[in-house]
Nanobody
Framework: QVRLEESGGGLAQPGGSLRLTCKAPRLILSVFNTYTMGWYRQAPGKQRELVAT???????RYGDAVKGRFTISRDNSRKAVFLQMNNLKPDDTAVYYC????????????????WGQGTQVTVSS
C-alpha cells in the first residue's frame, strides 16, 4: 500500500482556480519513476471519472470535461504531482482522489492502484 498525501482542495467560485498536490513520500524514487500518477474525481451519485494522469515521462491524459482548463504536472524528484484547475465550474464539484498505478485501466474504467483519501473541491458562488 502506497501512502499518498493530498492537499489543496476547498471552496472556489465559478471561474476561479485551485491547485491540488499529491505526494508519495515513502515511495523509493526508482519505483516512483515507473508509476503513472494522477487524479480521478467522484461526485455524489456518479461514477468515479478520469481527471488527469501523467506517466513517469510526463505523457499526460485528460478527461473530456476538463480539457483546456486543468493542467497536470509532475516533479519526479519530489515524488509529487500537481493539478492546476482554472476556470472552475459548479460541475467540477467532487471529491478528487490521487492515484498511483503501473498498469493502464480498462477503457472507461479506473486503474488498479493505490488511492489517496480524497480531497473535496466545491465550486459555488
Amino acid at each position: 500500500q502506497v501512502r499518498l498525501e493530498e492537499s489543496g482542495g476547498g471552496l472556489a467560485q465559478p471561474g476561479g482556480s485551485l491547485r491540488l498536490t499529491c505526494k508519495a513520500p515513502r515511495l523509493i524514487l526508482s519505483v516512483f519513476n515507473t508509476y503513472t500518477m494522477g487524479w480521478y474525481r467522484q461526485a455524489p451519485g456518479k461514477q468515479r471519472e478520469l481527471v488527469a494522469t501523467s506517466t513517469y515521462d510526463r505523457v499526460t491524459r485528460y478527461g473530456d470535461a476538463v480539457k483546456g482548463r486543468f493542467t497536470i504536472s509532475r516533479d519526479n524528484s519530489r515524488k509529487a504531482v500537481f493539478l492546476q484547475m482554472n476556470n472552475l465550474k459548479p460541475d467540477d464539484t467532487a471529491v478528487y482522489y490521487c492515484v498511483v498505478y503501473q498498469h493502464p485501466p480498462p477503457p472507461g474504467g479506473v486503474p488498479q492502484g493505490d488511492w489517496g483519501q480524497g480531497t473535496q473541491v466545491t465550486v459555488s458562488s
